[in-house]
């Protein structure tokens, strides 16, 4: 059966999806059926309330109140929503995006002049950079040390 979801916001950051169904070249909406409402993330969907699923109504409406104050979004602070159906026996898997400007646009601070663990060459921790100094002359003194003293024994085995 041919379906689709249609999805659109309300001024008081209300998610409304519809869910319709290809009859006889007219769509009708579809009632009752278990819709998910969400917001995309990176690594998966975070529900947009408390509720995991919303059921259609008779006229194949779903409303959802966005409840995720303070989310990041992208560079401009847009969010993508998600309207999706997922393995119904009838219309198999349906998803609708809608891209909202709801997200907070995240503040980017740069250490990349500053000295840190994970900075950029040269500016490493001066703890850090003493500490492999050190070790790396320590090792090659006694490496200066040990020839010293081969030269030492050849001279007195000779």
């Given amino acids: 059966v041919k379906a689709k979801i249609s999805l659109d916001t309300l001024e008081d950051k209300t998610i409304v999806a519809t869910l319709f ?3 006889d070249s007219i ?6 059926v278990d819709l998910r409402v969400a917001v995309k993330r990176m690594l998966g969907e975070l ?3 408390e509720t995991a699923t919303y059921t259609t109504d008779s006229l ?3 409303s959802a109140e ?3 104050d303070s989310l990041p979004g992208d560079a401009k602070g847009n969010l ?3 309207a999706k159906l997922d393995d119904h026996e009838l219309y198999g898997n349906l998803t609708a995006e809608l891209l909202v400007p709801w997200g907070v646009q995240p503040i980017v601070q740069s250490s990349f002049n500053e000295r840190s663990l994970f900075a950029r060459k040269g500016l490493t921790p001066i703890w850090l950079e003493l500490l492999a100094y050190s070790i790396i002359l320590i090792v090659w003194s006694i490496i200066v040390y ?3 003293q081969i030269k030492k024994i050849i001279k007195l085995g000779a």
């Fill in 21 to 23: 169904e290809l009859k």
């Fill in 27 to 32: 769509w009708t909406p579809v009632k009752e």
């Fill in 47 to 49: 529900n947009v309330g």
């Fill in 60 to 62: 194949g409406l779903v």
């Fill in 66 to 68: 966005f409840a995720r």
């Fill in 80 to 82: 993508i929503l998600i």
């Fill in 146 to 148: 040990l020839i010293f």
